[in-house]
């Protein structure tokens, strides 16, 4: 079974703080990963993506892969009260394979 | 403008009165899917389809079904729905189902079944 694990949180730091997001997965296969934000009671929406390890930088997100250990993570700098939601992390095999979502870690923002 | 579109957003039934979820995507995408959605148990997959007439099951495929008769409509079939199958549903759809498609999803039908 595919798996991949996040915290569940809830996740609180300040306005204008750092927060950092961590998704970890069993499937060393696993070629594409995605970060979805999701407001309560509202559908996903992508943030960003990712294929290649190391960072992708995206205005105030920045995602990080390593492979080797298995993990991805997300940063957002200047966190705003708008950036509280719940993040799901997704991750995807080569192929005509499912996207496997994590359950989500929720953020909050305090201003 | 591009979109998912999902009907009803809400619905309130009673068990065993047959009922359908309808999605429609008007970006011509070929991978359709179905996920529900619970508390503490996360998204997960209930069919999907590849193109036209190809389906498969997911995680949680007892108690649905789904048909794909044309490439932007993916009705979710409910032929008997029973408490457990109360949750929030999403229809997603994407290009196609390779590596770096980004899934593109409705606004969610919020089911409860008495």
């Known amino acids: 079974q595919k798996e991949v694990e996040q915290n569940s949180g809830p996740l609180s730091v300040p306005e204008g703080a750092i927060a950092s997001l961590n998704c970890t997965y069993s499937?060393?296969?696993?070629?594409?990963f995605f970060w979805y934000r999701q407001y309560s009671g509202k559908s996903p929406e992508l943030i960003m993506f990712?294929?290649?390890?190391g960072d992708k930088e995206d205005g105030r997100f920045t995602a990080q892969l390593n492979k080797a250990s298995q993990y991805v993570s997300l940063l957002i700098r200047d966190s705003q009260p708008s950036d509280s939601a719940t993040y799901l992390c997704?991750?995807?095999?080569?192929?005509?394979?499912?996207?496997?979502f994590g359950k989500g870690t929720r953020l909050s923002v305090i201003a | 403008e591009a979109q998912v579109t999902q009907n009803p957003r809400y619905l309130i039934t009673v068990t065993g009165k047959k009922l359908t979820v309808t999605c429609s995507q008007n970006?011509?995408?070929?991978?359709m899917s179905w996920y529900r959605q619970d508390p503490g148990l996360g998204l997960r997959q209930i069919y999907y389809?590849?193109?036209?007439?190809?389906?498969d099951k997911g995680d949680v495929p007892e108690g649905y079904k789904v048909s794909r008769k044309e490439k932007r409509n993916f009705p979710l079939i409910l032929e008997s729905p029973s408490p457990n199958q109360t949750s929030l549903y999403f229809c997603?759809?994407?290009?196609?189902?390779?590596?770096?498609?980004?899934?593109?999803f409705g606004p969610g039908t919020r089911l409860t079944v008495l």
């Open positions: 499937d060393r296969g696993s070629q594409s």
């Open positions: 970006m011509n995408h070929e991978y």
């Open positions: 997603a759809s994407s290009l196609t189902s390779g590596d770096y498609n980004e899934q593109f």
């Open positions: 990712i294929y290649s390890n």
């Open positions: 997704a991750v995807k095999n080569s192929g005509n394979t499912p996207l496997v």
């Open positions: 389809s590849m193109n036209v007439e190809v389906t």
